[in-house]
């Protein structure tokens, strides 16, 4: 409540030079839907300014590039038959996938196709 009370001190001014300015120019008063209008378009930029803001600051934060190097690793890992299952269950497969011989991920054709 507090953050609706401090935007509509803070908005109403910038209406009011924006209502001169757009007077001015197109050389009339404003009527009240240009007026709701106007209103309308500059909250919609607010919001859009912040959640912009708010965007570049959680990419700022992120880690992710952080695991392409490991993420490479795990791929090759995974492209090696012999480790396959092991990872994938160190990854978060069910370990009875594992018990049953081969994971459902392994290609048709391959020497131990999957449900077997």
Do not use: C
Not at 20 to 31: D, I, Q, Y
Not at 67 to 87: G, Y
Not at 88 to 115: K, M, N, Q, T
Request: aromatic share 4%.
């Amino acid at each position: 409540m507090r953050d609706v009370v401090r935007q509509a001190t803070t908005i109403f001014p910038l209406l009011r030079r924006l209502e001169t300015l757009v007077e001015a120019e197109g050389a009339r008063p404003l009527t009240n839907p240009d007026r709701d209008a106007l209103e309308s378009g500059i909250r919609r930029a607010i919001l859009v300014y912040k959640g912009a803001n708010s965007a570049t600051e959680l990419a700022s934060r992120s880690t992710l590039h952080e695991i392409a190097e490991p993420l490479d690793r795990v791929v090759s890992l995974l492209e090696d038959e012999a480790n396959r299952d092991a990872v994938l269950a160190a990854l978060g497969a069910p370990e009875w996938l594992a018990i049953r011989g081969r994971f459902s991920v392994d290609r048709p054709g391959s020497r131990f196709p999957a449900g077997t």
